[in-house]
């Protein structure tokens, strides 16, 4: 029996398991816990009728978990369990906010997601899907649907991690070609697989198939749209077992008919499930899977008990390494460095697209500036979330307050900390907080101290994130949306131009900045916070003004 932790009052530990699930999941909370409820297809008032009852609740990454499951627990619920890799169903900031930990299940369907992926890749080389159907409406016709050789054809895997490098290995099995794309792929197992790790540009350019293994961030969000698809190989097939929102799906049914993409195959889809009027759906080169990627029984099995060892280990009073939620510290602590924490994943996410190709992060210096002791400013989850920042935008991987020293180690990164002692009253935690990073090229020169580190630092002021220094410069840009920074050299009539660029690309400029570099020159930053991503037509004449000297693009 599941020893008690402090919160219980001697009441006994009672589980709602409201998916289907595992039996090997099920037998083990019940040797750990009172009483499991077993009730699965609850509406949303049940689920909260019942939830309200117990000291945990397992979903899959299907069932929303809003704010009202958690006001009507009253702090009973302790952990939530997601059978499963994503966690946009939960309400975390409800959950913070009633002392409820979140934790999910990442690992246990590697292989089944795997498998599903090469399965897809086959079935699109081999035009098995279109073949069926065609015999079983009757015909017989080996002669339009002769397909590919896997053997031989390039693979690109866009995203090395756990689920990438599994489908690299069955490819090679195959015979195929593997390159990868990952900034923060290990070498070594690259190298033990037999995997080329290339930049973005090359993958999609030289491959003959491309497989998403991405995690989806504003960076990657619709990472394959116009622009992109321009830049394949024609004839390239498409495949995403990944995450929905990697993909433009209009620019792609827009590189099918023009033949660009030849064939895609998606277990993962904007609107689950798709319109019967979709385009997409009803392309005849299109395969298009429910989210099968970890449905096999054994998957199914293996996350139950994954996601049943996290909750009984939470119950007990221990931290699960899958937790992704903010760490049970005072309400009253974590309040007060909330926004400094923001600005900490905000720097991190800003610093690593200032990054000149892969293989450029490894030493990350972190200062704090700050007026308290030493000992009243813990700043292990400061620290997470500039590893959080830095790595989530352009891997697979979800970075949290108890994996993330680990998770920086396993990619090579190397942080160091430094605490930069003020003198005055220490009423707010941090002054600012400045991140370099040492050995690496930027897309942005000006990014770049006197010393040759990429340097940024920030400030939050009335509770909102600033760039308030980017390499030597003094800036003051808020952090936030999508941002165009540019340094120009001042002349009539400039910010217009770059205005009427924008607008004739019909991207909105909802607010724009200058700044004076230095005194006795006429170099100034503008920075440009924009409602719309431009496309690189669009940035290139935006580069091509002749007063414009740097350019970069950030979205946070």
Same mark, same amino acid.
């Given at each position: 029996?599941?020893?008690?932790?402090?919160?219980?009052?001697?009441?006994?530990?009672?589980?709602?398991?409201?998916?289907? =699930? $595992?039996?090997? !999941?099920? /037998?083990?909370? *019940? #040797?750990?816990?009172?009483?499991?409820?077993?009730? @699965?297809?609850? &509406? %949303?008032?049940?689920?909260?009728?019942?939830?309200?009852?117990?000291?945990?609740?397992?979903?899959?990454?299907?069932?929303?978990?809003?704010?009202?499951?958690?006001?009507?627990?009253?702090?009973?619920?302790?952990?939530?369990?997601?059978?499963?890799?994503?966690?946009?169903?939960?309400?975390?900031?409800?959950?913070?906010?009633?002392?409820?930990?979140?934790?999910?299940?990442?690992?246990?369907?590697?292989?089944?997601?795997?498998?599903?992926?090469?399965?897809?890749?086959?079935?699109?080389?081999?035009?098995?899907?279109?073949?069926?159907?065609?015999?079983?409406?009757?015909?017989?016709?080996?002669?339009?649907?002769?397909?590919?050789?896997?053997?031989?054809?390039?693979?690109?895997?866009?995203? =090395? $991690?756990?689920? !990438?490098? /599994?489908?690299? *290995? #069955?490819?090679?099995?195959?015979?195929?070609?593997? @390159?990868?794309? &990952? %900034?923060?792929?290990?070498?070594?197992?690259?190298?033990?697989?037999?995997?080329?790790?290339?930049?973005?540009?090359?993958?999609?350019?030289?491959?003959?198939?491309?497989?998403?293994?991405?995690?989806?961030?504003?960076?990657?969000?619709?990472?394959?749209?116009?622009?992109?698809?321009?830049?394949?190989?024609?004839?390239?097939?498409?495949?995403?077992?990944?995450?929905?929102?990697?993909?433009?799906?209009?620019?792609?049914?827009?590189?099918?008919?023009?033949?660009?993409?030849?064939?895609?195959?998606?277990?993962?889809?904007?609107?689950?499930?798709?319109?019967?009027?979709?385009?997409?759906?009803?392309?005849?080169?299109?395969?298009?899977t429910p989210n099968l990627g970890a449905s096999t029984f054994e998957a199914q099995e293996e996350v139950g008990i994954e996601i049943a060892e996290a909750?009984?280990?939470?119950?007990?009073?221990?931290?699960?390494?899958?937790?992704?939620?903010?760490?049970?510290?005072?309400?009253?602590?974590?309040?007060?460095?909330?926004?400094?924490?923001?600005?900490?994943?905000?720097?991190?996410?800003?610093?690593?697209?200032?990054?000149?190709?892969?293989?450029?992060?490894?030493?990350?210096?972190?200062?704090?500036?700050?007026?308290?002791?030493?000992?009243?400013?813990?700043?292990?989850?400061?620290?997470?979330?500039?590893?959080?920042?830095?790595?989530?935008?352009?891997?697979?991987?979800?970075?949290?307050?108890?994996?993330?020293?680990?998770?920086?180690?396993?990619?090579?990164?190397?942080?160091?900390?430094?605490?930069?002692?003020?003198?005055?009253?220490?009423?707010?935690?941090?002054?600012?907080?400045?991140?370099?990073?040492?050995?690496?090229?930027s897309t942005f020169a000006s990014a770049l101290a006197k010393s040759g580190e990429i340097e940024v630092e920030g400030r939050v002021r009335d509770g909102?994130?600033?760039?308030?220094?980017?390499?030597?410069?003094?800036?003051?840009?808020?952090?936030?949306?999508?941002?165009?920074?540019?340094?120009?050299?001042?002349?009539?009539?400039?910010?217009?131009?770059?205005?009427?660029?924008?607008?004739?690309?019909?991207?909105?400029?909802?607010?724009?900045?200058?700044?004076?570099?230095?005194?006795?020159?006429?170099?100034?930053?503008?920075?440009?916070?924009?409602?719309?991503?431009?496309?690189?037509?669009?940035?290139?004449?935006?580069?091509?003004?002749?007063?414009?000297?740097?350019?970069?693009?950030?979205?946070?």
């Open positions: 029996m599941a020893s008690r932790t402090a919160g219980d009052q001697g009441g006994k530990l009672t589980v709602l398991v409201a998916e289907e =699930f $595992g039996q090997a !999941g099920l /037998e083990l909370l *019940r #040797r750990h816990t009172d009483i499991v409820d077993y009730s @699965i297809d609850l &509406d %949303p008032k049940e689920l909260g009728q019942r939830a309200a009852l117990c000291e945990a609740l397992i979903v899959s990454s299907e069932t929303k978990v809003g704010e009202e499951v958690f006001q009507l627990s009253r702090g009973r619920l302790k952990v939530v369990g997601i059978a499963g890799f994503g966690v946009d169903n939960v309400d975390l900031v409800a959950a913070n906010e009633s002392r409820c930990l979140v934790v999910n299940a990442p690992n246990a369907s590697t292989a089944a997601v795997a498998e599903h992926a090469i399965a897809l890749l086959t079935a699109m080389a081999r035009n098995i899907a279109r073949a069926t159907i065609s015999v079983k409406f009757g015909n017989w016709q080996r002669r339009k649907y002769i397909g590919k050789c896997l053997s031989g054809k390039t693979l690109a895997v866009m995203g =090395f $991690g756990e689920v !990438g490098s /599994e489908v690299a *290995r #069955r490819a090679k099995g195959l015979g195929m070609h593997v @390159i990868a794309y &990952d %900034p923060y792929a290990s070498e070594y197992l690259a190298l033990a697989i037999g995997v080329e790790l290339v930049s973005f540009d090359k993958a999609i350019a030289i491959a003959d198939f491309i497989s998403l293994h991405m995690h989806l961030t504003p960076a990657t969000r619709k990472m394959l749209n116009d622009e992109t698809f321009a830049k394949m190989k024609r004839g390239v097939q498409i495949l995403n077992v990944a995450h929905e929102g990697l993909i433009d799906e209009d620019s792609l049914v827009r590189a099918l008919d023009a033949g660009v993409v030849s064939q895609a195959a998606l277990d993962v889809i904007l609107e689950e499930p798709l319109a019967r009027s979709s385009k997409l759906i009803h392309h005849e080169n299109v395969i298009v909750v009984i280990k939470a119950l007990k009073g221990n931290l699960p390494a899958t937790v992704v939620n903010e760490p049970l510290v005072a309400l009253e602590v974590l309040a007060e460095l909330k926004p400094f924490l923001d600005l900490a994943n905000k720097l991190g996410r800003f610093i690593v697209k200032l990054i000149a190709g892969r293989g450029g992060l490894k030493t990350v210096k972190v200062t704090y500036a700050s007026a308290r002791e030493p000992d009243q400013l813990d700043t292990k989850l400061l620290r997470t979330r500039i590893i959080k920042g830095l790595i989530e935008p352009i891997s697979c991987v979800i970075v949290n307050w108890v994996n993330g020293d680990s998770v920086a180690k396993q990619r090579g990164l190397r942080i160091t900390e430094e605490r930069m002692a003020l003198h005055g009253s220490p009423e707010y935690p941090l002054e600012y907080i400045q991140v370099q990073i040492a050995n690496a090229e909102v994130s600033y760039l308030t220094k980017i390499g030597s410069l003094e800036v003051n840009v808020q952090l936030e949306g999508s941002i165009l920074l540019c340094i120009v050299v001042d002349q009539p009539g400039l910010i217009g131009k770059i205005g009427s660029i924008l607008g004739e690309a019909n991207v909105n400029i909802s607010s724009m900045k200058a700044d004076k570099m230095a005194l006795r020159t006429r170099s100034m930053m503008i920075s440009i916070t924009v409602d719309q991503q431009p496309n690189e037509e669009t940035l290139k004449k935006v580069r091509d003004v002749p007063a414009v000297q740097e350019l970069v693009f950030l979205m946070l």
